[in-house]
């Protein structure tokens, strides 16, 4: 079973900037499309983006695009999310999931997840 462990949130404030990383172990990630979502206290996970196996394909919830950028290194068995110009409304716990090769932007095709880090921005 892959192992995710997700890392890199804290407190930022509104317009800052955080890059989360999600390191898997125990199986390779680099056949399966890898996803972000997020959780916010008495909210449904949502999905934030997705890359596809190799690289060659991104998706993105639009209330993300053009300041969060999901990028992975097959090499590491890592998968990175930047998220830049953070607003408050991204509060959330994050979370990285194994999903399909070609990507998907619905949670219910992700398989294995990982703990989570918390990503909490302020006015």
């Known amino acids: 079973q892959v192992q995710l462990v997700a890392s890199g949130g804290g407190s930022v404030q509104a317009g800052g900037s955080l890059r989360l990383s999600c390191a898997a172990s125990?199986?390779?990630?680099?056949?399966?499309?890898m996803g972000w979502f997020r959780q916010a206290p008495g909210q449904e996970r949502e999905f934030v983006a997705s890359?596809?196996?190799?690289?060659?394909?991104?998706y993105y919830a639009d209330s993300v695009k053009g300041r969060f950028t999901i990028s992975r290194d097959n090499a590491k068995n890592t998968v990175y999310l930047q998220m830049n110009s953070l607003k408050t409304e991204d509060t959330a716990a994050y979370f990285c999931a194994v999903g399909p090769p070609l990507g998907s932007t619905s949670s219910v095709d992700f398989g294995s997840w990982g703990q989570g880090t918390q990503v909490t921005v302020s006015s």
């Open positions: 890359i596809t196996w190799s690289g060659g394909a991104t």
């Open positions: 125990g199986r390779t990630i680099s056949s399966y499309g």
